[in-house]
């Protein structure tokens, strides 16, 4: 059984719009992370939360906003979309924020803005 | 802030071959360094970590990573490589304040049969 799920796995958006990814995790971990791959940039990291709370935010726009309703839960909401937020999306998670504890990532959504 | 260049873009070696993939890290502290692989329209799945200790760790599937300080390397090698091995290799590296993954850009693996 998957571990942690994204949904959705593919999803195409219009300039402009506002879309949801979605992320849960069952390995009982306390931090969750956000990270992003593109074409033109290798993977980067955007967030990570801890028991619900907001650790380290390396995104440069507040079009990205986390959203942690639950413990296992990390979703991320894109506003005003661009071609630019076109990637593929990766959820990941850790037993706890600190170094060295390793990250288990889920499998990804394709975003794709027209 | 840390920094991880991975040397090689594409790597291409026949099946039975061994491999040594580059990793090169910038951090001045003590980093703790991982090896993922993304196999094709798949998420990435951790192959070995370094965290202290032992400079050679052993991972899955065969593969194996040195950390050599004095170089501020962390290669991946396998002695043998199987077709099923190709697939793209990230080197990363983390610190002790939280837990935020820097990557390589990456090395696409190919394995001839």
């Known amino acids: 059984d998957p571990k942690i799920i994204q949904k959705p796995k593919y999803l195409v958006a219009v300039t402009g719009s506002e879309k949801i990814l979605i992320c849960e995790q069952y390995l009982g971990h306390n931090a969750m992370y956000w990270y992003r791959q593109s074409a033109k940039k290798p993977l980067e990291f955007m967030f990570s939360y801890s028991y619900q709370k907001l650790m380290d935010n390396q995104t440069a726009s507040s079009r990205f906003q986390p959203q942690s309703s639950k413990k296992n839960h990390l979703d991320l909401q894109i506003t005003a979309l661009k071609p630019d937020d076109s990637a593929t999306y990766f959820c990941a998670s850790s037993q706890d924020r600190w170094g060295g504890y390793e990250q288990y990532f889920g499998p990804g959504t394709r975003l794709t803005v027209l | 802030a840390q920094s991880v260049t991975q040397p090689d873009a594409r790597v291409t070696v026949s099946e039975g071959a061994s491999l040594q993939l580059r990793c090169k890290y910038s951090?001045?502290?003590?980093?703790?360094l991982f090896w993922y692989v993304q196999y094709p329209r798949q998420g990435l799945q951790l192959l070995l970590k370094?965290?202290?200790?032992?400079?050679v760790v052993q991972g899955v599937n065969g593969f194996e990573a040195e950390f050599i300080k004095s170089n501020s390397s962390f290669h991946l090698r396998k002695a043998s490589v199987h077709w099923s091995d190709s697939a793209v290799y990230f080197c990363?590296?983390?610190?002790?304040?939280?837990?935020?993954?820097?990557f390589g850009q990456g090395t696409v693996l190919s394995v001839i049969p």
């Open positions: 370094y965290y202290s200790g032992d400079p």
């Open positions: 990363a590296v983390s610190t002790g304040g939280n837990n935020k993954l820097t």
């Open positions: 951090y001045s502290g003590t980093p703790y």
